[in-house]
Every structure is written in C-alpha cells, then in structure tokens.
C-alpha cells in the first residue's frame, strides 16, 4: 500500500498546530490578565483582585506545562516531517527559532520567582513588576515564531543561487512585511481571548453558584479587557486585509471568492459555490472589498484570473475567512453589550442570558484564533515559502509519517485530560471562597502579630 507522505504531513501537522494553539493563546494572553488583576488590587487595596492574580497563576501555569510539550513537539517536527524546507530555509530561520527559546526561559525564569515570592515584599509593587517580564516573554515568544510564519509567507532577506539561500540577512529575513500585521493580529487576539476565557469561568461559575463579589469583580475586569482587544483586533484584521492586497492578493482573493479583477470590487459574505463554481445565496456589499483593501471604494482588486490554476489558493477559505471575522464581531459585540447594560441602569448586566453569551464566547473566541491560523496556512497554498517551496517538495516522503500521526494524536488525547483533571481538581478542592476565608485569616493573624 502506497502511503501519501504528504497528506499525513499535512495532517500531522495541522493537528499538532491546532492542540498547541489552545496552550500558546492562553500562554500569551493570561500574563496580562495576571498583571493587570494584580496591580488593580494593589491600586484598590482588595484582596479579591489579588486573589485573582493568584488563582490565574496556578491555572497558567499548568498551561505553560503542556504548551512546552507541544511546542516541543513542533520543533521536532520541523526536522522529521519537513526536512526539505528545514535544509533551505534553517539558515534563514535560525535566529527568530533560536530567540523563541530565550524568550520561554526568560518568561520561565521570572514566573518561577513570581510564584515564590508572594507577600515577601513590604512594597507590593515589587512582586507586581515581575508580572512585567512574564508578561514580555511570553509577548517575545509569540512575536519570533510568528515572524518565522510571516517567512514563510513573505520571504525575505537572502538572494537565491542554485536552489540555495545565500547572502542571508536574518534580521531582515525576521522583520519582513508580513511581521508587522501578523505579530500585531495574533497579540491582540490572543489577549482577547485570554481574557475571554476569564471572563467565561466567571459567567459559568455565577450562573451554578450565584454571583459573589469575587466573581463579578473578575467578570467586570476581564469584559473591560475583550472589549478593549476585540477593537484593536478588528484594527488589526483591517491591517492584515490591507497587507494581503498589496503582498497576497491570490489569498485576499480566495477568501472572498473574487474571481475577476475590477474596480469598485464587492465584498462578498457567506453563500455557496455551486457547480459551475458561480457564487450562490451571498451577501454582497457594494464597493467594500476595494475599500477594505485599499481604503478607496473605486480601487482596482486583483481577482483569481491573475493567477494560474496551480498557485491559487483552496476556495474553502472563504469558509474560514468569514467564520473568523464574524466570531470577532460577536465578541465586541457581547463586549459592548455588557458595558450597555452596566451603564444602563435599568438593565441587568447579570442577567442569565448575557451571562450565557460570555460563557460561549470563551470557546469561540478559541475557535476563531484556531480559524485564523488555519486561513493563514491554508490560504497559503501550494506554498510552504511562497513563490519558492511547494508543500509536496517540502515534506518527508518516509511512510512513518502516518505512524507519528496516530502517536501523536494518542499523546495530545493524554495531555488534554491531564491538563483538565489537574485544572478541575486544582481550583473545585479549593474554591475562591474558601481562599478569601483564609486571607481574611492571615491578615488578621499577621495585624495581631504587628500590634
């Protein structure tokens, strides 16, 4: 039986990416939330924020510990399932993969002293400033690898000589155009969602248990936080859109099934392609897809037919393209509508249908980061380095590959239900309560030992 080498590779890989997108959000975006909880309490002199802080760092840091795993085994998969691009493009990608290991050990580092050194400090804002470098550590970590993801799609800073890369420029290479958009989109996003999933624990325990104090201070911060980054998120989809007309117009194309160049170009939402590949039960917006593009309602947008047959990208990522910015229009708007409530008096921001909302938006907010990543990759092909590596010259052609799939796939299962037995056990045995019981305890315990 003859193994197709290159699809397994696909699979393998879209499976290890998918798992460890779940940990890397949540490892970028949950800092920020530590520190932003930390210093509010500190500000505020209540114990409730501080608690938080305290509850989120045990969370992350079982994260943290399962991320490491799978980005481990990224890494190992960049040598074993893709050794042809590795060979052309190690060189040019070496500093970006190399610095997203300094920055892990920086950010472990400081999480390490943070952890132990809660109240050993008169001053509290001295623990609070090590939130800082945790917090750019795992902002570096995100940064380099996706600069080596905006590589592969915008690839720069070398000169091609007989199927080699030469006259490398890794810096230049690292901070190629599409760095910019993509670093700023992924974030942004992921801050958002952080503080979504925050925010949707909060929901969910308020909806079984009632609202406690505790409970709605956090669900207030962390709406403030989505509402803040589901805006800048939208900046950012508009940047990347704006990026891929003037660098990826093939991939701005398939996503919006714009198949003939032309000027005022509609901006087509949801439908179906039928047979004869005709665009079937869409919405189209007049003239939006050139100013979304360009910014001028009359500018020119390239469309399918410009590119052969054979480099333009899947016409299902129109599917993915549509599910991701719409997923991020329901989180500002559960966001905005929260804040509506909070300020109107006479509605309830508590209310069990909004509570509702915010717990779903936790999930989908991870579903639109995992769509976007898979628009950018999908969007991407036939290339693994745009214009100069096609996928199938890029992968292994050993038949273990399908071997490594199903060990992986048992390893990530494995992982999963560690990671949420010890996360249940971890905070169901000690609930917020019973630690604010015990705080209480302590402050008047060490107010005794003063006086």
Not at 50 to 60: D, H, N, P, Q, S
Request: with cysteine; hydrophobic share 55%; glycine share 8%.
């Amino acid at each position: 039986m003859v193994v197709d080498t290159v699809l397994w590779s696909r699979w393998l890989t879209g499976l290890t990416l998918a798992f460890h997108v779940i940990f890397a959000t949540v490892g970028v975006g949950i800092p920020l939330m530590i520190a932003i909880a930390e210093f509010v309490g500190i500000r505020k002199k209540d114990s409730h924020y501080i608690l938080m802080a305290k509850r989120w760092t045990r969370g992350f840091v079982i994260s943290v510990a399962v991320g490491v795993v799978t980005g481990t085994a990224i890494a190992l998969q960049l040598a074993l399932v893709w050794p042809n691009f590795m060979q052309l493009a190690g060189n040019v990608i070496a500093l970006p993969l190399f610095m997203e290991v300094f920055a892990f050990f920086f950010e472990a580092i400081f999480l390490g002293i943070y952890l132990y050194t809660w109240d050993r400090f008169r001053n509290p804002y001295i623990h609070w400033l090590l939130t800082l470098p945790i917090v750019a550590g795992a902002s570096m970590s995100a940064f380099f690898i996706t600069s080596v993801n905006g590589f592969m799609n915008q690839p720069d800073g070398f000169v091609m000589e007989a199927g080699h890369f030469t006259a490398v420029d890794p810096l230049q290479a690292m901070f190629n155009a599409a760095t910019p958009s993509k670093v700023f989109h992924v974030l942004s996003s992921a801050y958002m969602t952080g503080a979504a999933l925050l925010a949707g624990i909060a929901a969910y325990i308020m909806l079984r248990k009632g609202a406690s104090a505790y409970y709605k201070k956090a669900l207030k911060l962390m709406m403030g936080v989505v509402l803040v980054f589901s805006l800048l998120t939208t900046i950012a989809g508009d940047m990347s859109a704006k990026f891929l007309a003037e660098h990826q117009p093939e991939k701005l194309a398939a996503a919006e099934w714009h198949f003939e160049t032309e000027r005022g170009a509609d901006l087509i939402l949801l439908g179906w392609l039928n047979a004869e590949q005709k665009v079937m039960g869409a919405l189209h917006i007049p003239k939006a897809l050139s100013f979304l593009a360009f910014g001028d309602f009359n500018a020119e947008v390239k469309g399918l037919e410009e590119f052969p047959l054979d480099e333009r990208p899947p016409l299902l990522v129109h599917y993915l393209f549509d599910m991701m910015a719409g997923i991020g229009f329901v989180m500002l708007g559960v966001a905005f509508l929260y804040f509506l409530f909070v300020m109107w008096k006479k509605r309830n921001e508590l209310n069990k249908w909004l509570l509702r909302a915010i717990v779903l938006s936790a999930p989908l907010a991870f579903l639109g980061v995992e769509l976007g990543w898979f628009y950018a990759e999908v969007g991407r092909q036939p290339w693994i380095i745009r214009g100069y590596m096609r996928v199938e010259e890029a992968a292994t052609s050993s038949p273990n590959v399908r071997i490594l799939f199903f060990l992986f796939l048992i390893l990530y299962i494995v992982l999963g239900v560690m990671c949420i037995f010890v996360l249940r056990r971890l905070f169901r045995n000690k609930p917020a309560e019973a630690e604010l019981e015990e705080l209480s305890k302590e402050k008047q315990i060490h107010s005794m030992e003063k006086g």
